[in-house]
Antibody
Framework: QVQLQESGPRLVKPSETLSLTCSVS?????????WGWVRQSPGKGLEWIGS???????FYNPSLKSRLTISMDTSKNHFSLRLTSVTAADTAVYYC????????????????WGQGILVTVSS | SYELTQVPSVSVSLGQMARITCSGE??????VYWYQQKPGQAPVLIIY???KRPSWIPERFSGSTSGTIVTLTISGVQAEDEADYHC???????????FGGGTRLTV
């Protein structure tokens, strides 16, 4: 059974960096599939943040690309999100998820999800 | 930027049929995936590749396509189907994942 668990600070100050880690169990992050992040602002819809292939290729939401880094640590079987210069607009529940991919090489659907972690940006 | 359009809300009576649509220019060439999300929970995949249903999802959930519009149909809506429904697809290049704005189904 594939399981994912987000962890990290739940409160981040404006202009600082939001860092989250997704620990994966039941599947190796280097074995296949992509790994991605999705967020949901309070009362809003889902927003794709970005995805990382098992080979290390990144795909980022253009609206976040300049502030975003997604990386992987295969030795710990986890992947991470780093979002710089945060504002109140980045307050959201952040989900990590296993990410399918198209034959053409881009990210597709999400099948297994973490429970989500609410991150609030506030001074 | 590429967008998927969903109506914000749909209301249906118990036992009736609910149809939730998702529209986008690239949908004739890109698969759509549907998620159900209940309050305080992570989304759950209920339809994949436009019209395929995981074995653990009730048969009353189905998906169909017609050009740039994809439809999630719930036949014989149950009280537990009250939730938000999100469609997911990709831009035409297949580089970006895109979610629709979500539809709140009220039973």
């Amino acid at each position: 059974q594939v399981q994912l668990q987000e962890s990290g600070p739940r409160l981040v100050k404006p202009s600082e960096t939001l860092s989250l880690t997704c620990s994966v169990s039941g599947y190796s992050v280097s074995s296949g599939y992509f790994w991605g992040w999705v967020r949901q602002s309070p009362g809003k819809g889902l927003e794709w943040i970005g995805s990382l292939s098992h080979g290390g290729t990144t795909f980022y939401n253009p609206s976040l690309k300049s502030r975003l880094t997604i990386s992987m640590d295969t030795s710990k079987n986890h992947f991470s999100l780093r979002l710089t210069s945060v504002t109140a607009a980045d307050t959201a529940v952040y989900y990590c998820a296993r990410n399918g991919y198209y034959d053409t090489g881009g990210p597709a659907y999400f099948d297994y999800w973490g429970q989500g972690i609410l991150v609030t940006v506030s001074s | 930027s590429y967008e998927l359009t969903q109506v914000p809300s749909v209301s249906v009576s118990l036992g009736q049929m609910a149809r939730i649509t998702c529209s986008g220019e690239a949908l004739p060439k890109k698969y759509v995936y549907w998620y159900q999300q209940k309050p305080g929970q992570a989304p759950v995949l209920i339809i994949y590749k436009d019209n395929k249903r995981p074995s653990w999802i009730p048969e009353r959930f189905s998906g169909s396509t017609s050009g740039t519009i994809v439809t999630l149909t719930i036949s014989g809506v149950q009280a537990e189907d009250e939730a938000d429904y999100h469609c997911l697809s990709a831009d035409i290049s297949g580089t970006y994942v895109v979610f629709g704005g979500g539809t709140r189904l009220t039973v």
